[in-house]
């Protein structure tokens, strides 16, 4: 039987100690605030982020939304930035993406304030996850991947790793934080040959390339510890990752499933970078 390593208890403990420390900084008079900045009403964004203040609210953080017309110009857009930046009573900031075209996000990623980048959208952020610097806010679903592991006590050190997919959102700033776990890991991309054999010769296998239920078990061993951070359309209307859940899922040692995985651990971690974020502007 393989292990299912389900997101749920991850989520639970995470909270829980995330509402132990949010009481800490509210009896030392601080209260967290996250400030969600969402540019036009995409059904999608406006579900995320109904979705984010409730579990914000479940754990004692509160949130202040700015909702922006979808035709905002630049300018404006990075006058608002530049208040919530300066708001010392905000936080973290998470800005919805992807933005409209007329804002350019290769300008608004050096314009957050890197202390409160709690989506690690800097390059500021982005340099010290490279450089092993833990003092910075890392990518959330890497973060996640990284919390599913050590949750389920899965060793990292000295372990093969493979990561399937090579993004500067997923598979490289992954790649690197498991290198600072001493994993030894390998990345594969679009153009990596006979990744079969690379992936069976594992210890663990993360798969982020976006591609619907491309791994088989052609792909794993009884010994894979499979972690999906794929979000797909299945093409019938369901949610489907990266892994052929059903096809592998009696085959390898461990697997995260889709949805119910790196997802829902991914909002979890936001939380958290909101409280360390809190906590790190308080030395300030
Ligand atoms: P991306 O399109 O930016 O990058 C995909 C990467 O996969 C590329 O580096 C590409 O070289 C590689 N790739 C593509 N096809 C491949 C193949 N056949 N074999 C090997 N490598 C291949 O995607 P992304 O933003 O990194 O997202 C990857 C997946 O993760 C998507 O399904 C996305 O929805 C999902 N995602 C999930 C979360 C979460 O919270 N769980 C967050 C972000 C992204």
Known sequence: MSEILSAKPVVLALKNNLREEVAKLKD??????????RVGNRPDDVYYENS???????????????SLAEDIEMQEFTEVLKQVNDDPSVHGILIFRPLPK???EDVIKYLIAPNKDIDCMSPLNLVKVFEGDTGGLVPCTPAAVIEILKHYQIELKGKNVVVMGRSLVVGK??????????ATVTICHSKT?????????????????????????SYVSEQSIVIDVGINDDGNGKICGDVDY?????????????????????TAILLKHVVKACRQSLKN
Do not use: F, H, W
Request: proline share 5%; hydrophobic share 45%; charged share 25%.
């Open 52 to 66: 984010i203040i409730k579990n914000c609210e479940s754990i004692g953080i509160e949130t202040k939304k700015y």
């Open 102 to 104: 007329q804002l350019d």
């Open 246 to 266: 059903d096809a592998v899922v009696d085959k390898v040692k461990a697997i995260t499933p889709v949805p119910g995985g790196v997802g829902t651990v991914t």
């Open 28 to 37: 030392a008079g601080v209260n967290p605030l996250l400030g969600i900045i």
């Open 173 to 182: 700033p992954l790649s690197m934080m498991l290198l600072q776990e001493n």
């Open 193 to 217: 040959q006979d990744m079969q054999q690379i992936a069976k010769k594992a210890d663990i296998i993360v798969a982020a390339m976006g591609k619907a239920k491309l791994i088989d078990d």
